[in-house]
């Protein structure tokens, strides 16, 4: 129902800063919460933040302060602000429908996400 079309990862320093785009399809995009998952070698793939269709803003601990969730509904498209990078916050990220904190429909191609010491 729902096609994600993510970007704007790359490779960069700790400390450094990124923004994300996703790009969505669907004549219901405005009324789901959306939600940023990263997924690093080795690990399960996570639930980074979540937005409501009404802005409501929800993040894992380890982002919090760093990391800012938003979205433009007339645009199909969610953002992920992501300043005072670490790490440990590498992997390929990708966006999804978040019902309850499970993603529901196709995952999108991601976008990788490196930071380096």
Do not use: H
Not at 8 to 28: D, K
Not at 29 to 43: E, I
Not at 92 to 109: A, E, F, K, M
Request: charge should be positive.
């Amino acid at each position: 129902q729902v096609q994600l079309v993510e970007s704007g990862g790359g490779l960069v320093q700790a400390g450094g800063s990124l923004r994300l785009s996703c790009a969505a399809s669907g004549r219901s995009f405005s009324d789901y919460t959306m939600g940023w998952y990263r997924q690093a070698p080795g690990k399960q793939r996570e639930l980074v933040a979540s937005i409501r269709s009404g802005g409501v803003t929800n993040y894992r601990d380890s982002v919090k302060g760093r990391f800012t969730i938003s979205r433009d509904n007339a645009k199909n498209t969610v953002y992920l602000q992501m300043n005072s990078l670490k790490p440990e916050d590498t992997g390929v990220y990708y966006c999804n429908r978040d019902l309850l904190g499970i993603p529901v429909g196709s995952w999108g191609q991601g976008t990788q996400v490196t930071v380096a010491s």
